[in-house]
């Protein structure tokens, strides 16, 4: 019998993981499908036995159940208990076994782009602009990869507050504090919606004074290119588009449904062409 996976969301209908799984099934030659199932929050409890009924093999969860999937599970890993939201689940021997591998996706996409980033990381300053969900997942994995200097910047600044570690050094700032400061990091990371389809000219804060050299991310796909993005190329930064955190994301959790490593580096382009429209 196949392998059978799904993504639990609300909306879900614009995912692209169903594409992504896919292309994993076929690259490691194995059988299965993977679906959307549309949730509202209301309805997650009763598709959540629904689905222990039908033994699925795993499954991702995303907006809005990341947070209250986690009364459901048997085991929660750790890194998902520290940021208290999980996007990977694992049916093993009839328990279910919570991951969050968002973060970890994330490093490992800006680690294939950039690995000189991840080289004495103890001299380098990272900055990390928004406090959401997403913003915690990279700044713990962030941490993880040996960055020692880690400061937030948010619209709402008690909010980053929330996040900040005692293992690290962290500063918090208004996203106008960052702004004027932006030049003495190395990394500065977009994780807030601004920018995001279809309010495309948005950006927090202007990347005009970046350090020459830095590398500039952003988190959000819809378009490739951000107006922060163009910003902060036009500024002479190397930049880092949102698609690949994607990809690694989702390699991660298969390889924890299924045990197969997965390179995804070769979906980038063609991922990126779908994105487009092409
Ligand atoms: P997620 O879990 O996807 O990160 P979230 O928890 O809703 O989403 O967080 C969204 C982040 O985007 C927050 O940092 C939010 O700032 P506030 O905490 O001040 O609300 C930020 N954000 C959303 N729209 C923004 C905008 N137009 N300008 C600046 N920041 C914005």
């Not at 279910?96 to 996706?105: A, M, P, Q």
């Not at 001299?123 to 969900?133: E, V």
């Not at 309010?199 to 050299?213: A, C, D, F, G, I």
């Not at 959790?253 to 997965?262: A, D, K, Q, R, V």
Request: a negative charge.
């Amino acid at each position: 019998m196949g392998l059978f996976f799904c993504v639990i969301g609300h909306p879900i209908e614009h995912s692209l993981s169903p594409w992504i799984h896919g292309q994993f099934l076929n690259m490691s030659g194995k059988q299965g499908i993977y679906r959307t199932l549309d949730v509202p929050e209301k309805e997650l409890g009763q598709t959540l036995q629904f689905l222990k009924k039908l033994e699925i093999d795993g499954f991702n969860i995303t907006v809005p159940h990341k947070e209250r999937i986690i009364k459901y599970l048997d085991e929660l890993d750790p890194l998902a208990e520290q940021m208290g939201a999980v996007n990977t689940v694992v049916h093993k021997e009839g328990k279910w076994f919570g991951y969050n591998t968002d973060g970890k996706g994330y490093i490992r996409s800006l680690q294939s782009e950039y690995p000189d980033l991840f080289e004495d990381q103890t001299d380098k300053k990272a900055l990390i602009i928004g406090a959401g969900g997403a913003a915690r997942g990279i700044y713990f994995a962030l941490m993880d990869s040996g960055f020692k200097q880690i400061d937030l910047a948010n619209r709402t600044v008690e909010r980053a507050h929330q996040i900040k570690s005692s293992n690290i050094s962290t500063d918090v700032f208004s996203l106008q504090e960052a702004e004027e400061q932006l030049g003495i990091y190395d990394l500065v990371i977009q994780t807030t919606k601004a920018g995001m389809y279809p309010n495309v000219h948005e950006h927090p804060l202007s990347p005009m004074n970046v350090k020459h050299r830095a590398v500039v991310s952003d988190i959000v796909y819809r378009p490739i290119e951000t107006t922060f993005l163009a910003a902060a190329r036009a500024s002479g930064a190397r930049i880092h588009f949102g698609h690949g955190m994607l990809l690694y994301q989702a390699a991660f959790s298969f390889e924890l449904w299924t045990g197969i490593p997965i390179d995804p580096a070769p979906l980038l382009t063609p991922l990126e062409q779908k994105l487009k429209g092409e």
